[in-house]
């Protein structure tokens, strides 16, 4: 992913707010030149970008508002200036889940009545608390971040949180994590994949034949529309190809059925056919 120059100024990363990005610029081009578009292209243009521009701001408004503790959350995140002295690198304020995602997944977590939750790609905590405000009191989630220094920063916000306490944080591979879960026989109802795209296929087959999902157990995995870039005819970052051929793989999967659902980056919820269980 390319990075934030400045904290707290959000670029677009989603397919809506990419497209109302450069509707957005068409808009100013043709303003600027009036004399090469007539008014009734001007108007249906506008229509355009009325439409694009106010999907997401009507979808957070419509949500049920997010916790005090996770706004405070998403505040510290956005404050923090993660291409400066801390060193985080390549991680940036938009890989937040964000308001709307986590309402979504706390829903999941009620609607499943999910009680132990597995999170692969923790960054700083923000759909790890989600979903942990939705668990019960004696849930638990099980979080696996690889840069201890993002686990730190997220764990400082969790405890400051009133369901922060139920995230068990586990820094390291998550490859190595997952081997451990197998051989120590945890399963999990509802596990969320956040993390290195090019993962994503192992980390499902190690979910579905090592028995970490539960018998009626959901993966729920993030980003599965990259920008667009899965369907698009432009240039694929590494991270686009990967997500194409996930997707791909997962669409031919007999084991699983699923459903792909364009909020925010996209979200594919997939279940293990009955029968199919390891």
């Not at 009507?58 to 993660?82: F, G, I, N, Q, V």
Request: net charge negative; hydrophobic share 45%.
């Amino acid at each position: 992913m390319s990075r934030v120059s400045l904290p707290g100024a959000p670029r677009p990363v989603t397919p809506a707010s990419i497209l109302a990005a450069r509707l957005d610029d068409l808009l100013e081009r043709a303003q600027e030149d009036t004399g090469a578009v007539s008014p009734v292209w001007m108007d249906d243009l506008r229509a355009v970008v009325e439409l694009a521009r106010g999907l997401d701001p009507y979808l957070e408004s419509m949500s049920t508002p997010e916790s005090p503790a996770l706004a405070e959350l998403a505040r510290r995140t956005a404050a923090e200036d993660w291409n400066g002295p801390s060193g985080h690198g390549v991680l940036e304020q938009e890989m937040l889940s964000g308001h709307v995602e986590g309402q979504l997944l706390k829903t999941l977590v009620h609607a499943s009545r999910a009680r132990r939750v597995l999170e692969i790609g923790l960054f700083t905590g923000y759909s790890a608390l989600a979903m942990a405000e939705a668990l019960p009191d004696d849930g638990r989630l099980v979080a696996l971040e690889l840069d201890a220094g993002v686990a730190a920063f997220a764990r400082r916000c969790l405890d400051g949180a009133p369901a922060g306490a139920r995230v068990d944080i586990r820094v390291g591979p998550a490859a190595d994590a997952l081997s451990a879960l197998v051989e120590a026989g945890e399963t999990f109802d509802l596990i969320f994949v956040d993390a290195d795209k090019g993962g994503y296929r192992g980390y499902l087959d190690t979910a579905l034949d090592g028995g970490l999902l539960a018998e009626h157990g959901l993966v729920v995995v993030d980003n599965t529309l990259m920008q667009g870039q899965p369907w698009t005819s432009g240039p694929s970052t590494v991270n686009g190809t990967a997500i194409a051929e996930f997707n791909a793989a997962v669409a031919a999967d007999p084991r699983v059925e699923q459903v792909v659902v364009p909020l925010r980056d996209g979200l594919t919820l997939i279940r293990r056919v009955t029968g199919s269980h390891a």
